[in-house]
């Protein structure tokens, strides 16, 4: 037959008090420094002038530091989509002055009273180019959708206006 057990009470609960020790944490050696360079001895300035690296403002803009578009639909606000004024984020001024330029090539170009899908894509690939030309800063975006989105909406309006 078992033995009967004593219950032993104790003042504390034992698993809150049990105490755990860890080793200690080995020491890392700091990375080497990353910026590191080695300037030469030589006093002649010219040719270290072939080892300097061109401005990055003078680089073209490789395609994965581009400025995607944002998603939905352009100034469908209420379904998800964005206002492209505020998508932007550019002064007041010069947005307008990019969408009258913008507005002036597609009335050039384009059949106002079409909708996007029924332009001919020849005419709308100038209308890019030309605004790209003469705004610089539309190369940053991917895939220019700030000149699709000005377009889209200039169309849209102009459409309705027609019917």
């Given at each position: ?73 352009v100034s469908r606000i ?27 090539l597609a009335r050039e ?51 309705s206006r027609d019917t």
């Amino acid at each position: 037959m078992p033995k009967a057990t004593k219950w032993r009470y104790c003042r504390h609960f034992k698993p809150l008090t049990i105490h755990c020790e860890f080793p200690p944490e080995r020491s890392y050696t700091p990375p080497p420094l990353t910026q590191h360079r080695v300037f030469s001895h030589s006093s002649d300035p010219s040719s270290d002038a072939a080892e300097r690296p061109t401005p990055a403002a003078l680089l073209p803009i490789p395609l994965s530091t581009k400025i995607p578009k944002p998603r939905g639909e352009v100034s469908r606000i209420s379904r998800g989509g964005y206002n492209l004024q505020e998508a932007l984020g550019w002064p007041a001024s010069e947005y307008e002055e990019t969408r009258a330029f913008v507005s002036q090539l597609a009335r050039e170009y384009l059949k106002v009273n079409k909708s996007w899908r029924l332009q001919a894509q020849p005419k709308v690939s100038i209308v890019y180019a030309e605004a790209q030309k003469r705004y610089p800063i539309l190369e940053r975006y991917d895939g220019s959708w700030v000149v699709g989105d000005m377009l889209r909406i200039f169309l849209k309006n102009s459409c309705s206006r027609d019917t």
